[in-house]
């Protein structure tokens, strides 16, 4: 015996009374529930699982297995067959899909009134909804349009209604998408609006919806990809971006309009002090360079000056010279402090210093301060040879 679906006639029925007429244990241990008659909406259709009670029990997932009903997924205290049981539905979490679903229908039938442009496929996520519609030339404004005209929907309050149809009235109605389904029809009517055919649960007016607001879109496989949402789900996105946004305005003492403006001009001055602070970098390790250089030893100065045109700076074979000196001063057995003698230390700085300019060289090819940090780093090279 299959279930009887309460849902289909009211998406306000959120407790009931039913008999369990099958009980089983599936693979993965949990354990399934079948009553004679359920308000519980199965996911499907784009549209996630109920949740809530059943006697003890809890639901935490209900599978739709077409002719065999739906099955209830619970944790708890399991019922024999034949028991009689209560069932509760977590109205919340029912009424945000409720609303993202009926929101869905209305922005879809608005994308089709206002660009003829038809919805591909739907999906409740988590915090958000995304559809697929076949919009061209997707902009801002046209989705803003559509959402405009959705909203004004909603406002109105326009009755929602369930009809009954068979294939054949079915043929003969302006339905905005062909049924998935052979036989007779479940179609949602909007009020001189839309016409649908649907197996969720929806709003009884539109007013129910709230309101509906297209967080951001993109092209995706040809479609244009948005991400919607209706009703309490717009209130909670607009507390957590409203806080983002007052807490960035708070950062400059300043309002939640402003706060665009005084970070694009924050982002602006940051990059001209790195400049600044990079050019400045250069001139530290020139002047250190020197510093070390008049502190040195004859025998280093001079073989700077032998070495001084040496050609291309080769930043590698600093580096490796670097290196060397650090092994040489990690030798194992080896006494660091008689290893470091001062002039030790001094070309080792040398070298630190030369690898940093030569860094910096990079950034700054083709430059007069190339020329001269080229042949820089080249009398440096000469002093670690020394
Ligand atoms: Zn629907």
Known sequence: ??????????????????????VSERDDGQVAVILDRTAFYPTGGGQPTDTGTLGEARVVDCIDVESD????????????????????IDWLRRLGHLQQHTGQHILSAAFV???????HSFRVLEHEC????????PTDERIEQAVDLANQIIWENRPMTIRHVTSEEAANLPLRKEPSREGALRVIEIEDFDL???????????GEVGVIAVRSWERAKGLTRMQFMAGIRVLADYRKANRTAREVAALFSAGREDS?????????????LRRRVSELEQVACRVEAEDLLRGSSPTVREGIESAS?????????????SRGLSAQRDTPGSDRKKVSDPEGVTRRRLVEVSCSGSNRLSKHCGSVRFTRWRHRAARLRAIVRC
């Open 1 to 22: 015996m299959a279930t009887e679906r309460l849902y289909y006639h009211d998406s306000r029925l959120l407790e009931f009374d039913a008999t369990v007429i099958g």
């Open 260 to 272: 665009p403006v005084l970070v694009g001009q924050m982002v602006g001055e940051n990059k001209k």
């Open 69 to 88: 009903g739906v099955l209830h997924m619970i944790q708890g205290s399991v019922p024999e067959i034949g028991d009689r049981v209560h069932g509760k």
């Open 113 to 119: 009134r206002l660009f003829d442009a038809p919805t």
């Open 196 to 206: 649908t055919p649907c197996g969720g649960t929806h709003a009884k007016s539109t």
């Open 309 to 321: 045109d040496s050609g291309r700076v080769d930043r590698e074979a600093v580096t490796d010279s």
């Open 130 to 137: 995304e559809i697929d519609v076949a919009l061209e030339d």
